[in-house]
């Protein structure tokens, strides 16, 4: 076992005094030529992202760090249209749910004319529940991404509110 640690500690030093690769130099020197270009590239977001991949960082030459650029690309490019396809179908979600809301909002309204407090508070109190359901659906869609948030918040504090008060008015009516 002593004699193992030695090894083991040599074995670490040697790694850590290896120099590693870097960034081959058709990488850097391409890179350096995109960063001027019409649709300039960060070059060190060039030089990062084309050394993490396998196919660019074995490239010979400019083509095969265009194919594998491209290829990144297509894999980005399908990867943002299932986001946006997921989105879509969580905003469809998101529409039926305040077109619900919507529902039970004029249906309240009516009651509260009418002086049904009573009535309308549970279809406020209901109407107050909706935007935590578009919420629930943005976090199912997997996108890490909502769209939604800033509405879902508003339409939940208002129409808390409206609860809110409507029930304080039924409760003091049913008194």
Same mark, same amino acid.
């Given at each position: 076992?002593a ?13 850590? %005094?290896? /120099?590693? =690769? ?10 350096? $030529?995109? *960063? +001027?270009? &019409? ?12 050394? %993490?991949? /396998?196919? =660019? ?10 194919? $594998?650029? *491209? +290829?990144? &690309? ?27 809301m919507? $529902? ?10 009418a ?9 406020l109190?209901d ?17 890490d ?31």
């Open positions: 076992m004699a193992a640690i030695p090894i083991l500690l040599l074995t670490f030093l040697l790694a850590a %005094a290896t /120099p590693s =690769a870097g960034p081959s130099y058709v990488i850097k020197t391409t890179c350096a $030529a995109v *960063t +001027n270009a &019409t649709v300039g590239t960060p070059y060190r977001y060039c030089v990062r992202t084309l050394s %993490a991949n /396998p196919a =660019a960082a074995a490239a010979k030459d400019a083509r095969g760090l265009a194919i $594998a650029a *491209t +290829n990144l &690309t297509a894999t980005n490019v399908t990867s943002t249209e299932l986001t946006i396809t997921r989105l879509i179908d969580a905003l469809y979600n998101c529409l039926v749910t305040y077109q619900s919507q $529902a039970s909002i004029a249906g309240a309204l009516q009651d509260l004319n002086g049904r407090f009573d009535v309308a508070s549970p279809k109190r109407a107050s529940f909706q935007p935590d359901f578009c919420e629930l659906a943005m976090m199912e869609s997997d996108t991404k909502d769209p939604m948030s800033d509405e879902n918040n508003a339409n939940y504090l208002v129409s808390g509110m409206a609860y809110n008060i409507a029930e304080l008015i039924a409760r003091h009516a049913a008194k």
